[in-house]
């Protein structure tokens, strides 16, 4: 199954938001978004979204959801010093149920989601180990569950 194509399928009816955060917050919050301005869902890359320094946790729900695509892609394809994955678990669980990012997608969505994240496992899980991210897979699988829809409701 091609995850990433899928992605685009599911999220390309979202349009390129004027801004993608709220950049008129602070100076990191207009770095950020000039950042994301300058770049499209192709040519966003790991090294545009260090750690500690990721512009996906200020964007809002509408650039999440165009950048999506993107971060499906390097969450698969990062490896070693590009590996993604950490960061891109983090974005899907933080907040636990009450995610804002889980909030809103729609049901297609959650569920590609949660088809990922069991992909992810299957095929991935001594890398996930090796990187000590296997506590974050499950919270995300769970959060994107249906057990994760019925604790939210």
């Known amino acids: ?5 899928i992605a685009h399928d599911l999220f390309s009816a979202t349009a390129r938001p004027k ?3 709220n950049y008129q917050h602070c100076c990191e ?3 950020h978004d000039a950042l994301l301005q300058s770049r499209d869902r192709e040519s966003l890359t790991h090294e545009d979204l260090p750690p500690g320094w990721d ?3 200020f964007v809002t729900d509408a650039g999440f959801h165009y950048y999506f695509p993107s971060l499906v892609r390097l969450a698969i394809e990062g490896r ?7 960061q891109f ?4 669980t933080y907040e636990g149920y009450r995610n804002r990012r889980w909030q809103s997608f729609s049901v297609e969505q959650r569920r590609f989601v949660l088809r990922l994240l069991e992909h992810l496992l299957e095929t991935r899980a001594e890398e996930i180990e090796q990187n000590q991210d296997a506590d974050a897979l499950l919270l995300a699988i769970e959060i994107w569950s249906n057990m994760g829809i019925e604790k939210s409701i």
Request: proline letters at 0%; a negative charge.
């Open 1 to 5: 199954m091609d995850y990433i194509a």
């Open 19 to 21: 801004h993608f955060t």
């Open 29 to 31: 919050c207009a770095e």
């Open 55 to 57: 512009a996906i946790c």
């Open 80 to 86: 070693a010093d590009s590996y993604y994955l950490d």
């Open 89 to 92: 678990l983090f974005h899907l």
